[in-house]
């Protein structure tokens, strides 16, 4: 069974940091951590920071110079870094990931993050 472990969310005054934490494991499974997606309420998800498979960064434009995604393929962790949040950052965020077994691949999500900026 595949798990994508979350953490890292929580109440942050506005101009403040968080840093979130995806850890994947899943016995038998080949899982590649992609990145960060984010869903605010009454809006459709998003795109925040991914991995591409080259190693090449891509962010969304609301957040380029102020959240950094890393990943540890050691840990087998992706990070994301988020500075100088604003409210309108306030969502649920997400950690996406493509697993692997048996020579299928599909797209695996974590269940979320709460990360909300207000003073």
């Known amino acids: 069974q595949v798990q994508l472990v979350e953490s890292g969310g929580g109440l942050v005054q506005p101009g403040g940091s968080l840093r979130l934490s995806c850890a994947g494991s899943?016995?038998?499974?080949?899982?590649?951590?992609k990145g960060w997606y984010r869903q605010a309420p009454g809006k459709q998800r998003e795109l925040v920071a991914v991995?591409?498979?080259?190693?090449?960064?891509n962010y969304a434009d609301s957040v380029k110079g102020r959240f950094t995604i890393s990943r540890d393929n050691a840990k087998n962790t992706v990070y994301l870094h988020l500075n100088s949040l604003k409210p309108e950052d306030t969502a649920v965020y997400y950690c996406?990931?493509?697993?692997?077994?048996?020579?299928?691949?599909?797209?695996?999500w974590g269940q979320g993050t709460q990360v909300t900026v207000s003073s």
């Open positions: 996406n990931a493509e697993v692997k077994r048996a020579g299928v691949s599909y797209d695996y």
């Open positions: 899943g016995r038998r499974y080949s899982i590649y951590l």
């Open positions: 991995i591409t498979s080259g190693d090449k960064i």
